[in-house]
């Protein structure tokens, strides 16, 4: 990389650091975090899903895009990536930067009035950034089942948390739950987390 370019990549990080913590302090718990989550849990979230799948991928809360950036250079392709965004200059930031995938604006934990017909699954997999520990425990459970009845059978809803518990636990019957490692290059070290139907 040329001296120009990591000079671009870096003003680019920092911006983003910014527009993030503006985002923070403006309404902490649609945030929920203190940054962009890092390239390598990323990297780990965006590798769970399957990039020769031709079902669409939806993510949920991709903030400044960092995911969505992981998803496209895991080889899914942009047609592919519908995402919801609640915050309006991050909408208009991943579609500068990322051409031909969808971003929706709209709330996340309210998938049924916010996707149009023709994104309203099934999905190959759902990634998601949303500060789910923000909420009620109901809400995150309505969330994630309303996501796995979009999805096609044994497909992964992808989270992070910084948690040492699941963001939801597990219901015996209707849902189970596995873990990754911690990624400790992650600020702070976070966690990978899939669900999948029972």
Known sequence: MTSTATRKTFARSVGDQFRFLGSLVGNPKKTGAVAPSGAALARLMAS???????????????????????LLERGVAAERVVAIEYNAAFCRLIAERMPGVTVLQG????????????????????VSSLPL?????EERIALLEEALGRMAPGQPFIQFSYSLF?????????FTVTTS???????PPARVWLYRRA
């Open 48 to 70: 769970s899903v399957d990039p020769n799948d031709t079902l669409p991928v939806l993510e949920l809360g991709p903030g400044t895009g960092v995911v969505t950036k992981a």
């Open 107 to 126: 709330d996340a934990y309210h998938l049924g009035a916010t996707l149009p017909e023709r994104f309203a699954g099934p999905f190959s997999a759902v």
């Open 133 to 137: 520990l923000t909420r009620p425990e």
């Open 166 to 174: 699941p963001p939801v636990k597990p219901i015996p019957g209707r």
């Open 181 to 187: 490692h911690w990624v400790v290059m992650n600020l």
